[in-house]
């Protein structure tokens, strides 16, 4: 990705060395003057457009298992929407990956996956497709109004912008009351939706959740989503592991004393593996929100296992960089030397790798 981002960036500043000379230099104010600057601007849009959003490359997954897709609405009758005020009931998209197939009741362990901020049900398609041809349910929740869209009973929602502006005002570093006081706004909101989520697939025995096994259940999420999936890893008591996709330990945080975050220090209760990647690994003893993952690198216990991707950035942990791989070069603060589809079989077989260790 590197070598195609740097030829595009040259590229484009030539483009505009052009168009600026067509502009500016006056002899060049004539009919075929205009006209290569119109031409200019036209390719200079191309170029744009080619580097930030490319053909999408499609991976297919590698599992013996066909997969089917359902997109389910669930309602939760007990609990309002809080980013609104219309007394609407708290409204949630699930979408499911799920294999086809000769396969038994109750023999595919079931994984639940939360997106990060600005992300929606298909933030991390291409492992949630994997594990399903690898035998596996996989069910994204999209998160209503923190979600970049969802689609509930056919409708489309998008972000609120009151969860938008909180999430580019919150700094930990600056303020770290405001930081504790977001943390737990959203962590409230999000274990209970996945709480809610997982009970209401637990409950259910028809279609394909008759072939969900009840006793393993993994909660997964990248960046916020992975610090909801740590949260229900403490909340919830029949979990089989918890996977976080590079992200701190928002729900541990109970407290500000003295300018410093206070944290849980009761053990962590389930099986846990924290991925990281270059955006964090090397700052996690310098940001205070990452202290609870910094211990939890360092204790010797097999229960608690730390992957440490080189080489990947933040967005290089979900799918974003199939839509954009420039953007997620910027969002990340790092491009990567690997080819998407390299970014993402490497976090595909973490994950099965971790799985298949811990006999999930």
């Given at each position: 990705?590197?070598?195609?981002?740097?030829?595009?960036?040259i590229?484009?500043c030539?483009e505009?060395?052009t168009?600026l000379?067509?502009?500016?230099k006056?002899?060049?104010?004539n009919l075929?003057?205009?006209?290569?600057?119109?031409?200019?601007?036209?390719?200079?849009?191309a170029?744009?457009?080619?580097?930030?959003?490319?053909k999408?490359?499609?991976i297919n997954?590698?599992?013996?298992?066909?997969?089917?897709v359902?997109?389910?609405t669930?309602?939760d009758?007990?609990?309002?929407?809080?980013?609104v005020?219309?007394?609407e009931?708290?409204?949630?998209e699930v979408?499911?990956?799920?294999?086809?197939g000769?396969?038994?009741?109750?023999?595919?362990?079931?994984v639940?996956?939360?997106h990060?901020s600005?992300?929606?049900?298909?933030?991390?398609?291409?492992?949630?497709?994997?594990?399903?041809?690898?035998?596996y349910?996989a069910a994204?929740?999209?998160?209503?109004?923190?979600a970049?869209?969802?689609t509930?009973?056919?409708?489309t929602?998008k972000?609120s912008?009151?969860?938008?502006?909180e999430?580019?005002k919150?700094?930990?570093e600056?303020?770290?009351?405001?930081?504790?006081?977001?943390?737990?706004?959203?962590?409230?909101?999000?274990?209970?939706d996945?709480?809610?989520?997982?009970?209401?697939?637990l409950?259910?025995?028809?279609?394909?959740?008759?072939?969900?096994?009840k006793?393993?259940?993994c909660?997964?999420g990248?960046?916020f989503g992975?610090?909801t999936?740590?949260a229900?890893?403490?909340?919830r008591?029949?979990l089989y592991?918890?996977?976080?996709?590079?992200?701190?330990?928002?729900?541990?945080?109970k407290?500000?004393?003295?300018?410093?975050?206070?944290?849980d220090e009761e053990?962590y209760p389930?099986?846990?593996?924290n991925v990281?990647?270059?955006s964090?690994?090397?700052?996690?003893?310098?940001?205070?929100?990452?202290?609870?993952?910094?211990?939890?690198?360092?204790?010797?216990?097999e229960?608690?296992?730390?992957v440490?991707?080189?080489?990947?950035?933040?967005?290089?942990l979900?799918?974003f960089?199939?839509?954009?791989p420039?953007l997620?070069w910027i969002?990340s603060?790092?491009d990567?030397?690997?080819?998407?589809r390299?970014?993402?079989?490497?976090?595909n077989?973490?994950?099965l790798?971790?799985f298949?260790?811990i006999?999930?």
């Amino acid at each position: 990705m590197k070598t195609r981002n740097i030829i595009f960036i040259i590229l484009i500043c030539i483009e505009i060395g052009t168009l600026l000379f067509l502009a500016i230099k006056k002899s060049n104010h004539n009919l075929f003057g205009f006209i290569a600057l119109g031409a200019t601007i036209i390719l200079l849009i191309a170029s744009f457009c080619l580097m930030l959003f490319p053909k999408r490359e499609i991976i297919n997954p590698t599992g013996k298992y066909e997969y089917e897709v359902a997109d389910v609405t669930m309602v939760d009758e007990s609990r309002v929407e809080t980013y609104v005020n219309s007394g609407e009931k708290r409204s949630l998209e699930v979408k499911f990956w799920y294999p086809k197939g000769d396969l038994s009741p109750s023999s595919c362990p079931l994984v639940i996956f939360s997106h990060g901020s600005f992300g929606n049900v298909n933030n991390n398609e291409t492992l949630m497709k994997e594990l399903a041809s690898k035998g596996y349910i996989a069910a994204s929740i999209g998160y209503t109004y923190l979600a970049s869209e969802v689609t509930i009973n056919s409708k489309t929602i998008k972000m609120s912008s009151e969860f938008r502006k909180e999430v580019m005002k919150i700094s930990p570093e600056k303020n770290k009351e405001e930081a504790f006081n977001l943390y737990r706004k959203w962590m409230d909101l999000t274990t209970k939706d996945a709480s809610f989520v997982i009970d209401t697939i637990l409950s259910k025995n028809e279609e394909f959740y008759s072939l969900i096994d009840k006793t393993k259940v993994c909660v997964m999420g990248h960046s916020f989503g992975g610090a909801t999936s740590l949260a229900l890893g403490r909340i919830r008591s029949d979990l089989y592991c918890v996977i976080s996709l590079e992200a701190p330990f928002m729900y541990d945080v109970k407290g500000v004393e003295n300018g410093k975050f206070v944290f849980d220090e009761e053990v962590y209760p389930t099986r846990m593996l924290n991925v990281y990647s270059d955006s964090s690994y090397s700052n996690l003893s310098k940001w205070d929100q990452y202290f609870q993952n910094k211990k939890y690198l360092n204790l010797n216990d097999e229960k608690y296992q730390n992957v440490y991707l080189k080489g990947l950035g933040h967005m290089h942990l979900c799918d974003f960089q199939i839509v954009s791989p420039f953007l997620s070069w910027i969002l990340s603060g790092k491009d990567s030397s690997n080819s998407v589809r390299t970014n993402l079989e490497i976090v595909n077989k973490t994950i099965l790798n971790y799985f298949e260790a811990i006999n999930f």
